[in-house]
């Protein structure tokens, strides 16, 4: 959703791709013009992604008030575009390695301006969520091929760290000028115009790519595994179907029947994970016996359940409750954005010297008690007290905590599976990501009037306490079973 700022971004999400040699293509010796193009078309890539998550945010609102959809529907148009980034990173990861890796990019960018196309157009709210999931399976197209791309045009050593600094960059500043740009859009066009600003953006994309970006190779590495691909998308699927299910009243016991379902669909898929001439299918299932990677994938789901749950709420508390308009509203969560910037630079360069358990530590315990500042908030509370307060604190506790997470996540793992570890932990905080808002939206939904669409104020408190809690409960233990130092 990675995507959003501070989210672990890998070298590549393929493993070849961290090995692949220069292309012919690289651009080392290319005049200063080209020098910068691919960089400028690739972190533009990237920046849709994460742009494409904030840019909804301060729209959300609106879109609810259109369709007279509850918060917990509405959570669908982030549940979806996760649900589908979740479920075809590793196949996307997989097309990048298989194929011309400038056409899957350019599918992957296609299949986002097909997606924010539709939602434009949509007749009822159950369009633009099936809208918003076309944007997370371009998504999750778009960003292996991206990355691999990244490191296969820039020679390894100072040039390609430059280029990964700046894609990086990217990310962090299109989530932050997302949050501005969907509240100012939104209230000086509709919510409409956000979809039709990201189409826009992705087609341009899209062709800078096919103008400025080497096609790649054509890799002949077999074929990919469509059953273990489909059992995968399924048990993840039914996993947040499941979650959703269970957070609306009387849902109980076909939760449980949806949860059984998707623990069936993951065993098939675990038995397809097997090597077939020692060449992983999808993913080796030996990397997922690695703590590293089982603890980042673990602590990645309930920091982004917390994080992205949290903040799919607080535009609803800002417009519903206080009666701010979505510019404004975008603005006022602008500050979690440059808090998180500011704290990764900061854990970049502590991670050299403590390792990553004590600053995840940190992170975990700096993020849960922001969201639990915004419990004190009132309807009439002042903008400096309890929301400030918690959108610099929980941002400073992402900032350290989203670095921590990526290296623990590539803990003990060789080299040829880099990418692939930092794809399962990319899809971990997906997971996360789509069931924090629908279940959080929830849990707020018990406390308020029936068919009343807003949240009421104290529904919030609870949500975010859950939120918190489920974060301190799930994401300490987890980091306390960490080595200190190495392994």
């Known amino acids: 959703m990675p995507a959003r700022p501070g989210e672990p971004s890998s070298p590549a999400l393929s493993s070849p791709a961290l090995s692949s040699p220069v292309s012919s293509s690289s651009v080392s010796g290319a005049p200063a013009p080209v020098r910068y193009a691919p960089l400028a078309v690739l972190s533009a890539a990237a920046g849709l992604d994460a742009g494409g998550v904030a840019v909804l945010n301060s729209a959300l609102p609106s879109v609810g008030a259109r369709f007279g959809t509850s918060a917990q529907n509405l959570s669908w148009a982030v549940t979806g575009y996760a649900l589908a980034f979740a479920g075809l990173l590793l196949c996307g990861g997989a097309m990048a390695d298989r194929l011309r890796r400038r ?4 599918a992957g960018l296609a299949t986002v301006a097909a997606g924010a196309a539709l939602a434009f157009a949509a007749p009822e709210f159950w369009v633009v969520v099936v809208g918003r999931v076309l ?105 947040v179907f499941s979650a959703d299910t269970g957070s609306r009243p009387g849902g109980g016991p076909l939760a449980i029947a949806m949860l059984a379902a998707a623990a069936a669909t993951a ?12 060449a992983a299918v999808l993913l080796d299932r030996d990397l997922l016996r690695t703590r590293g990677v089982r603890t980042a994938a673990v602590v990645a789901c309930a920091f982004y359940f917390c994080v992205t749950g949290s903040l799919f709420l607080l535009p609803l508390y800002l417009q519903q409750v206080r009666g701010l308009s979505p510019a404004s509203s975008g603005l006022a969560v602008l500050p979690v954005s440059v808090a998180v910037a500011a704290a990764a630079l900061v854990s970049g ?139």
Request: aromatic share 6%; net charge positive.
């Open 135 to 239: 944007q997370g399976a371009g998504a999750a197209i778009t960003m292996p091929a991206a990355t691999a791309l990244l490191t296969s045009v820039y020679p390894d050593g100072p040039a390609r760290a430059r280029a990964l600094g700046v894609f990086s960059a990217a990310q962090a500043g299109c989530y932050g000028a997302g949050l501005v740009l969907g509240g100012v859009v939104t209230s000086a066009f509709g919510w409409r115009w956000v979809f039709a600003l990201q189409a826009l953006a992705a087609a341009l994309t899209a062709a800078a790519a096919v103008r400025w970006l080497p096609p790649g190779a054509h890799r002949r590495r077999g074929p990919l595994d469509l059953v273990g691909a489909t059992a995968l998308v399924a048990a993840i699927t039914l996993t």
């Open 349 to 487: 360069r502590l991670m050299k010297t403590r390792g990553p358990r004590p600053l995840l530590a940190s992170g975990l315990l700096l993020t849960a008690g922001g969201v639990l500042m915004w419990c004190a908030a009132g309807e009439h509370s002042p903008y400096g007290g309890p929301v400030l307060a918690g959108l610099i604190v929980t941002g400073i506790g992402q900032g350290l905590a989203f670095p921590a997470i990526t290296v623990t996540g590539l803990r003990n793992v060789p080299d040829r599976a880099h990418g692939t570890a930092s794809a399962v932990t990319a899809t971990a905080l997906q997971i996360g990501s789509g069931i924090g808002p629908t279940v959080l939206a929830g849990i707020a939904q018990t406390v308020g009037a029936a068919g009343h669409s807003d949240l009421p104020l104290r529904g919030h408190h609870l949500a975010y306490a859950a939120a918190a809690g489920l974060l301190l409960l799930v994401g300490l233990p987890a980091t306390a079973r960490l080595a200190k130092r190495g392994g």
């Open 103 to 106: 056409r899957v990019l350019v």
């Open 267 to 278: 065993y098939a898929w675990w038995n397809r994970v097997r090597t077939r001439g020692g």
